[in-house]
């Protein structure tokens, strides 16, 4: 069982920066894909970034490219999420999530095959 705990939320300008964090217990961190998802209020789950097991390959959402930046230290079980440039649209809580995967170079994008989750950390961007 893999617990998550996201920080690094809170309540940013708009053009500003956040750096979230998850730190991961309970399991091997390196044999996960990491994720990171977003829910705004009254919208549905969707992915932002993700990052494979050896950390070499990321994704991004197209809202996000050139802005976030996703890193794992798998010595210190952690996976980061670097926001640049915040928009209010970027205002939701967000939420990280592990995927375990044979394959070190995949990347995953999609919600359900994830198999831990976080409690989230709210980001709040204002204009």
């Known amino acids: 069982q893999v617990q998550l705990v996201e920080s690094g939320g809170g309540l940013v300008q708009a053009g500003g920066s956040l750096r979230l964090s998850c730190a991961a217990s309970?399991?091997?961190?390196?044999?996960?894909?990491m994720g990171w998802f977003r829910q705004a209020p009254g919208k549905e789950r969707e992915f932002v970034s993700a990052?494979?097991?050896?950390?070499?390959?990321?994704a991004y959402a197209d809202s996000v490219k050139g802005r976030f930046t996703i890193s794992r230290d798998n010595a210190r079980n952690t996976v980061f999420l670097q926001m640049n440039a915040l928009k209010p649209e970027d205002t939701a809580v967000y939420y990280c999530?592990?995927?375990?995967?044979?394959?070190?170079?995949?990347?995953?994008?999609?919600?359900?095959?994830?198999?831990?989750w976080g409690q989230g950390t709210q980001v709040t961007v204002s204009s």
């Open positions: 999530a592990a995927d375990w995967k044979l394959n070190t170079m995949v990347v995953t994008s999609t919600p359900a095959e994830y198999d831990y």
């Open positions: 309970g399991g091997t961190f390196s044999r996960y894909v």
């Open positions: 990052i494979s097991r050896s950390g070499s390959n990321q």
